[in-house]
């Protein structure tokens, strides 16, 4: 496995290969990132190169939000990644990635991008697209991987493939979980060893949430305002949770695909969840 810092280099790198497997994450690597490369690899078999982006992206973080003190743990992330089978690794800067102040940016519609968690984090899918569009035009995929847990991120990115007319497929990764049930996340570290057993009520309540639902219960305002008082009445502070389509994350309807979701926090650690319906 080779690590690279440098755009130049990882294009040089990358020149003779071009069946290209994708992975972009912010490392503090779990085995939900890792099921990633394992997925991208299934895609480009073994003649093709497994790449996975190391970058903490400044653009997505709201000022009160946590980029200084999230986790940079690169060299045990590189040893998950070639234990993984991943073939490169492109870990940038700042510099290397914004040697100057990113002016142009990539906005995605607000129908999509300015609900849910566009809603709690302004300008973060604009955040999120800007630099993923930047490392599609590094990298230049064939396929690119990105977990269901962030379920509306990887609807906004589709789209934004889609809109822009990137040769790239894009695949989602089914979100991992421990054997308690809690999704895999690198904010999980953050969580205390108490936190992390009520964190598992996260899943519950929206388990709850799809049971009412499928038993006939049709006042959506009044399901999910009772989810919502549930967290809370056990410490926690919701941002939101709700049941929408599939297809665009509209409100809930019958007859449709729908995925519940979530966002909240619990102590000082924010936690997101789904669950497709």
Same mark, same amino acid.
Not at 24 to 32: K, V
Not at 163 to 169: E, R, V
Not at 225 to 237: H, I, K, V
């Given at each position: 496995m080779r690590v690279v810092h440098s755009i130049a280099e990882l294009r040089a790198l990358l020149s003779a290969q071009p069946l290209r497997g994708f992975v972009?994450?912010? %490392?503090?690597?779990? #085995? %939900?990132h890792l099921a990633l490369v394992h997925q991208a690899r299934g895609l480009v078999g073994p003649q093709g190169a497994v790449v996975a982006s190391i970058f903490v992206n400044r653009l997505q973080f709201a000022p009160h939000e946590d980029f200084d003190r999230y986790p940079r743990t690169l060299a045990r992330d590189c040893e998950l990644l070639e234990g &993984? %089978?991943? #073939?490169v690794v492109f870990a940038p800067d700042e510099r290397e990635l914004y040697p100057e102040p990113q002016g142009y940016k990539v906005t995605p519609p607000p129908e999509l991008a300015d609900i849910l968690e566009g809603h709690f984090r302004p300008g973060f899918f604009t955040g999120v697209c800007t630099v993923v569009h930047k490392l599609f035009n590094i990298v230049q995929p064939s396929h690119a991987v990105f977990g269901k847990k962030d379920y509306q991120q990887l609807m906004v990115l589709r789209r934004m493939v889609d809109?822009? &007319?990137?040769?790239? !497929?894009v695949h989602g990764g089914e979100t991992c979980r421990s054997a308690e049930g809690l999704a895999l996340s690198s904010r999980n570290g953050y969580l205390s060893e108490a936190e992390k057993a009520e964190a598992l009520r996260l899943s519950r309540t929206l388990k709850a949430l799809i049971a009412r639902w499928q038993a006939g219960e049709r006042d959506l305002g009044r399901l999910e &305002? #009772?989810?919502?008082? &549930?967290?809370? #009445? !056990? %410490?926690?502070?919701p941002d939101y949770l709700t049941l929408r389509c599939q297809r665009d994350l509209s409100p809930a309807v019958d007859g449709q695909p729908l995925v519940a979701l979530a966002a909240a926090k619990l102590g000082n650690t924010r936690l997101i969840d789904n669950l497709e319906v």
């Open positions: 972009p994450t912010m %490392g503090n690597l779990h #085995d %939900g &993984a %089978g991943c #073939d809109q822009m &007319a990137l040769p790239i !497929a &305002a #009772d989810a919502m008082q &549930a967290l809370r #009445d !056990a %410490g926690w502070q």
